[in-house]
């Protein structure tokens, strides 16, 4: 199903290196995991990718896909490695990649696309739920918020979550499954209280 839907929806495959210079995957985090680097005949250290969005990123600036098409569209299923606990972690990602100018049209799109190919797959009982955080206005407010509230439950977090309240990614602790932090968040601000006029227009 993944070539025929991905066409359907406009997307192109695409593929890059599975080992690229190792800076690439510089702003790369996964708790504590590392990259799998390896030197290579210049001496010149080379990394397996953790995820293919640096990659896809590189081969969309490189060759310069900004100044022949308006929007590129692309679905990628490619392995992924990198190190975690003294041993390699391999798996296989698969996903779609919107770059360039797009309208709001284009995550409904993207949210169908994913709904179809799982119903496709057999996950018939499914049901789909939509959120909004915001944007680059409004999403800072709205953490602000998270951190404030979270501060206050910081002895009920896990050891993870209390790295994401000290990095400043307050919104990971929404994701985690922990149960003391589950319910730590159960009463937290909600993103749709916090989201600025033009992020409530698109999200009714």
Same mark, same amino acid.
């Given at each position: ?7 359907? $929806?406009? $997307?192109?495959? %695409? ?15 996964? *708790? ?5 680097? !390896?030197? *290579?005949?210049?001496? *010149?250290? %080379? +990394? ?11 081969? @969309?600036?490189?060759?310069?896909? +900004? /100044?022949?098409?308006? %929007?590129?569209?692309?679905? $990628?299923?490619?392995? %992924? +490695? @990198? ?8 798996? !296989? ?17 993207? !949210? ?7 119903? /496709? ?13 915001? #944007?680059?206005? #409004?999403?800072?407010?709205?953490? /602000? ?12 977090? #896990?050891?993870? &979550?209390?790295?994401?309240? /000290? ?8 994701? &985690? ?8 968040? +159960? ?8 989201? #600025? ?8």
């Amino acid at each position: 199903k993944q070539p025929s839907l991905g066409h359907t $929806y406009g $997307y192109a495959p %695409v593929d890059s290196p599975m080992f690229e210079d190792s800076r690439l995957f510089s702003f790369w985090t996964q *708790n504590g995991a590392g990259l799998l680097t !390896v030197a *290579n005949p210049k001496g *010149n250290p %080379v +990394a397996a990718r953790p995820a293919n969005i640096f990659s896809l990123a590189r081969v @969309y600036l490189e060759n310069h896909f +900004a /100044e022949r098409e308006k %929007v590129t569209k692309w679905s $990628y299923h490619s392995p %992924v +490695a @990198y190190l975690s606990g003294g041993q390699i972690r391999q798996m !296989v990602e698969y996903g779609f990649q919107i770059f360039g100018p797009t309208a709001p049209i284009a995550d409904a799109q993207l !949210v169908n696309l994913l709904l179809r190919l799982f119903t /496709e797959t057999g996950l018939s009982a499914l049901s789909l739920e939509l959120n909004n955080v915001g #944007c680059l206005e #409004c999403l800072p407010r709205f953490q /602000e918020q998270l951190k404030s509230y979270f501060k206050d439950k910081k002895y009920e977090l #896990c050891d993870d &979550c209390l790295e994401h309240l /000290e990095e400043n990614r307050p919104l990971q602790i929404l994701a &985690c499954s922990n149960l003391s932090c589950t319910a730590a968040a +159960a009463e937290a601000p909600a993103g749709l209280d916090f989201i #600025c006029e033009n992020c409530r227009h698109q999200f009714i």
